[in-house]
């Protein structure tokens, strides 16, 4: 167990509709880092935040947002959901990374399925 | 920019034999980190091993060590004593440089599926 704690565990729905997926790090980690992880691009990096601020933006669609919370639980929005959108969604956490290997803990992931 | 390039999609190795799962990476830092995760069919990420640029000796972590080779750039994991549970798709990842309030998402390859034969 890694300590990160990833809501829904699955998800299906369909095209055009908007899903919330949640994120909550590991007790003491400041940074969410967003995931896409889906068959013919592998694990894309989406977007970080750090202690409520954004830090960094990958591969992130405009159709989809984040945001992480004063109690800094993490949310990933997908509006206006396309087929290919199906994927494995991973959020992880880190600590400060000063004098630390920077190793990501990942949650369980969320698996959305458009239909 | 930095890549990582994992060239095995699938790889076969007999149960109790040892194997080596290729990873080489492209960056301008100096200074970096390299890790290995583990992905199970039941999809979870394990953090594996771990390797700093500037650490002169590989990395081991039980059945796990890292044949680090800076100057060819690669990173190589090899994992002794293959056993079934060993299977599992295996994903190379590099960090970059520390520098003040910057970003330090990891990089990842496009993984090798390990099957273990009995």
């Known amino acids: 167990d890694s300590g990160v704690t990833q809501t829904p565990k699955h998800l299906i729905t369909a095209t055009g509709q908007r899903v919330t997926l949640r994120c909550s790090p590991r007790?003491?980690?400041?940074?969410v880092y967003w995931y896409q992880q889906s068959l013919d691009q592998g694990l894309q990096f989406l977007i970080q935040?750090?202690?409520?601020?954004?830090?960094a933006k990958g591969n992130i669609l405009e159709r989809f947002s984040a945001q992480q919370f004063p109690d800094l639980h993490s949310e990933l929005n997908l509006s206006s959901l396309e087929l290919g959108d199906s994927a494995l969604y991973f959020c992880?956490?880190?600590?400060?990374?000063?004098?630390?290997?920077?190793?990501?803990?990942f949650g369980e992931g969320s698996r959305l399925t458009v239909l | 920019a930095q890549k990582i390039t994992q060239t095995q999609p699938g790889m076969f190795v007999q149960e109790k034999e040892a194997v080596t799962l290729d990873c080489t990476y492209d960056?301008?830092?100096?200074?970096?980190?390299l890790f290995w995760y583990k992905q199970p069919s039941s999809g979870e990420m394990i953090f594996l091993i771990y390797q700093g640029s500037y650490d002169e000796q590989n990395a081991t972590e039980g059945r796990y060590s890292l044949n680090f080779q800076k100057a060819r750039k690669s990173a190589n994991l090899v994992i002794s004593a293959s056993q079934l549970g060993d299977s599992a798709m295996y994903f190379c990842?590099?960090?970059?440089?520390?520098?003040?309030?910057?970003?330090?998402?990891?990089?990842f390859g496009k993984g090798t599926k390990l099957s273990v034969i009995p």
């Open positions: 007790s003491g980690d400041l940074s």
């Open positions: 935040y750090y202690n409520g601020e954004e830090r």
């Open positions: 990842a590099m960090r970059p440089a520390y520098s003040g309030a910057g970003s330090y998402q990891l990089t």
């Open positions: 960056t301008s830092d100096q200074s970096y980190g």
């Open positions: 992880a956490s880190s600590v400060v990374p000063t004098g630390n290997t920077g190793e990501l803990f």
